[in-house]
């Protein structure tokens, strides 16, 4: 058995760069991984998703450029095309990452399955065939999550893509039925519709982004539904079967009646599960929540002293941001001595549909929920100066402001390049700049981030 000072299980968003990190800092380390360096960001997530929906964008852009004075021809899908940049993308990521770990002292990266043999030993069953047993003081479990599938009668029969194997296809789908309504959802149905797809979403709750407020959900329905996506909410698929010509029947029950529906595909997007079931916990005592996923504190602390787990798997916030900067908690307070937790992290994030949802803080239901002292204000785009110019109308910007400290709570830019204004309002948020001061600060002209002097003229003192 080889002893190392640290053992990694999962090269994802954490754990790739934890183990750089540590080795050129003179620890003896070990990574494991049973699939891709790069886990589901590089892989399965952001990088082929974000690689595909600039393609759709392009396919959907002669709508936007008639509007502009702008006559093109016909559009051509080359899904091939599009596909084949995708693939080259994730694998100049992939070996990228894989290549500058190899060339690091002190890093060994195994490619394997690991589990637990032991409190601080790790069995290793190695792509290669063979098995090897590795031990450290130090373990940090960074093994992410997959696709939930719902238990749905028929659905195994027909078959189904989840967001890892849609990315395989190579053809367009007929017509896409998407059970869920959120992330991966819209961002696969509006990008598969402006492929040419016909494209229907199945979401269970009253509303699709329902952890969002409900204008903003309600204003990104209207508008992927003017665009030409089916949306039906309150929706339960009840049965899948295989038609005579080769088609898929689903039988939905929505808002208390039965419908049938026939698809060529169905995608599964009902959120992730945690990769615990497999790493034989048992053998550590790392203890998991009810629901999978690994309990921490907020240094990402196990139960058990000297194993710490990172990234999805925790149960925290599930994107590749959290789990990179859950690795710079670890590895500052590991090897400098720092107090990081978690506790009091700024959460931004960004839906890449088109207007992107850019979010940061806490929503206007959260503030209600928790009885905080708030006041809100919206500023449509369709009054965006910049968004007239750009014909980029759709959406709204969104703001809660504590009104006697006056800082910045939350919001919400759903809007062409929501995600990058949503950053200018977290470094607003990071930095303590209340919203009086962002009233009459000097933006350039003619930027969307203008606009925030404008929203934040609309609070009344
Ligand atoms: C379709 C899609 C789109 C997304 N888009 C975005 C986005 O735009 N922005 C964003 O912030 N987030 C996005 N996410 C979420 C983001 O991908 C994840 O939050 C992020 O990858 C989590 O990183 P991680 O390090 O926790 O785990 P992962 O990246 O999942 O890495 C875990 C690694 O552990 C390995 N592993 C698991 N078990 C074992 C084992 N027993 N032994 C060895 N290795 C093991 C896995 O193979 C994997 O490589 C998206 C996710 C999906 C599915
Ligand atoms: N741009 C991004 O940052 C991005 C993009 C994609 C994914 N992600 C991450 O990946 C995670 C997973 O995304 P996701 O969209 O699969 O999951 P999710 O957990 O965000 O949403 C799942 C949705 O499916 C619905 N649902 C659950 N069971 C259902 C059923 N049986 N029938 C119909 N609807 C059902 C839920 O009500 C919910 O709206 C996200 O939470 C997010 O953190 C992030």
Redesign the pocket.
């Known amino acids: 058995m080889t002893h190392y000072d640290v053992i990694i ?7 790739l760069p934890l183990a750089r990190k540590l080795a050129k800092a003179g620890k003896k380390t070990c990574l ?5 360096v ?4 590089i892989n ?3 990088t082929p ?2 690689t595909m929906i600039v393609s759709a964008r392009a396919a959907h852009q002669p709508i936007k450029a008639k509007q502009l004075g702008i006559e093109t021809g016909p559009v051509l899908v080359d899904f091939k095309a599009i596909k084949a940049r995708k693939d080259k993308i994730v694998e100049q990521f992939r070996t990228g990452s894989q290549k500058s770990l190899e060339t690091i002292e002190n890093l060994t990266l195994i490619f ?4 637990f043999s032991g409190k601080k030993d790790v069995l290793v069953m190695k792509t290669d065939g063979s098995r090897e047993t590795v031990s450290a003081e130090w373990i940090f479990i ?4 997959s696709s939930a599938v719902p238990e749905i009668s028929g659905l195994s029969d027909v078959g189904y893509l989840t ?1 890892t194997s849609i990315l395989d296809l190579e053809e367009i789908p007929e017509h896409l039925l998407i059970i869920g309504g959120s ?2 959802a819209l ?1 696969f149905g509006q990008m598969f519709h402006r492929f040419g797809s016909r494209v229907t979403i199945l979401e269970r709750s009253e509303r699709i982004m329902s952890k969002e407020d409900a204008d903003i959900s309600l204003e990104l329905r209207k508008i992927l539904e003017n665009e030409g996506l089916g949306i039906i909410t309150e929706a339960r698929a009840e049965k899948f079967t295989r038609d005579h010509d080769g088609g898929i029947k689903v039988e939905i029950l929505a808002a208390g009646t039965m419908q049938t529906i026939a698809c060529s595909h169905v995608l599964v997007a009902i959120g ?1 599960q945690p ?1 615990t079931g ?2 034989a916990l048992d053998q550590c005592g790392v203890i998991l929540d009810s629901r999978g996923y690994v309990q921490v504190n907020e240094r990402l602390e196990t139960n058990v002293a000297g194993i710490w787990a ?4 925790n149960g925290g916030p ?6 990179y900067n859950d690795h710079i908690i670890v590895y500052e307070n590991l090897m400098n001595g720092s107090k990081y937790s978690t506790k009091g992290r700024t959460l931004p ?1 960004c839906m ?1 549909t088109d207007p992107q949802l850019g979010r940061v803080g806490i929503s206007e239901q959260q503030a209600k929920s928790s009885g905080l002292n708030f006041k809100v204000v919206t500023l449509p785009m369709a009054n965006v100066a910049r968004g007239i110019e750009t014909g980029e109308t759709l959406g709204l910007m969104k703001a809660l402001v504590d009104p006697v400290t006056k800082k910045i709570l939350g919001a919400a830019i759903l809007a062409e390049q929501g995600g990058e204004v949503i950053s200018v309002l977290q470094m607003a948020i990071e930095g303590g700049i209340t919203y009086d001061r962002i009233r009459s600060y000097v933006f350039a002209h003619p930027t969307y981030s203008e606009s925030l002097n404008n929203l934040f003229m609309k609070i009344q003192d």
């Open positions: 299980i999962g090269a994802g968003q954490a754990g494991i991984e049973k699939r891709f790069g886990g589901t960001c399965d997530g952001c998703t974000k394997g399955d690991a589990q960074n093994t992410g999550t967001s992330y991966i961002e992730r990769q497999t790493l990172l990234g999805d798997v599930a994107f590749t941001h959290i789990s994030y890449f």
